[in-house]
């Protein structure tokens, strides 16, 4: 399973990672939001070099241009709801993909425990396509490999990407255990080396939810 960290070079994505994490910024909602959305952009970028590509003929009004064009199949899925700013700056890049949506949250248990609950998908067919799965944060894994079943409802896909802004160690591990290694890319911003007792990464950024569309009752 190929594993992409991008924070681990150095560009302006990393400014946009510093601003996701800085509480000084966060204030700021609709900055955080575009700052998920411009790091969709850049992964949406990054992950087009890895289509197939076909040269096509493009009529200018001089003549003809040969061009070299994806000829992938892509649908993006995003988790609700922090992975909205997510995908939208996934879908500014591949405008023609398809797009899926999966509801999976935590549900909190008295013990302080918690299970990853599904509640609906909507999808179109994903056999042969290439799948970008996005959730700004991979914790555990769990809710990822939640909505990558999910998924699998809709389809046989050609490939599928693994798209988080910030990911822990163990989410990493989790993916890399539970999904199929030929056919997975997993792309990160940052990877964390800790969970906290409530399954928070640390330093992590927080709640992207709450912080993209504000707190939440429950």
């Known amino acids: 399973m190929v594993i992409h960290t991008l924070g681990e070079n150095n560009s302006l994505f990393n400014r946009f990672i510093a601003e996701i994490r800085d509480v000084n910024v966060q204030n700021d909602p609709l900055r955080f939001r575009r700052n998920l959305e411009r790091v969709g952009e850049i992964y949406a970028y990054e992950i087009s070099k ?3 590509f076909a040269e096509q003929s493009v009529a ?6 040969i061009a070299s064009l994806p ?3 892509v649908v993006v899925a995003s988790i609700l709801r922090a992975g909205l700013p997510l995908h939208n700056g996934l ?3 591949f405008d ?7 509801s999976a949250y935590r549900k909190h248990t008295e013990d ?5 609950n599904f509640e609906y998908i909507s999808s179109p067919s994903i056999d042969g396509k290439v799948v970008i799965l996005a959730d700004p944060m991979l914790a555990t894994g769990s809710s990822m490999e939640l909505a990558y079943k999910a998924m699998l409802t809709k389809g046989t896909p050609k490939h599928v990407h693994i798209v988080s802004v910030i990911a822990s160690q163990e989410g990493v591990d989790f993916i890399k255990n539970n999904l199929p290694v030929e056919n997975t890319t997993i ?6 080396a800790e969970l906290n007792t409530k399954s928070y990464i640390v330093p992590g950024c927080g709640d992207a939810g709450d ?4 707190a939440k009752l429950g």
């Open 50 to 52: 890895t289509l197939d």
């Open 211 to 214: 912080l993209a569309f504000g």
């Open 91 to 93: 879908l500014n890049y």
């Open 71 to 73: 000829k992938d199949e």
């Open 187 to 192: 792309w990160n911003g940052v990877v964390d």
């Open 112 to 116: 302080g425990k918690f299970k990853i």
């Open 60 to 65: 200018t009004p001089l003549g003809t241009a």
């Open 96 to 102: 023609r993909s398809e797009n899926a949506f999966i």
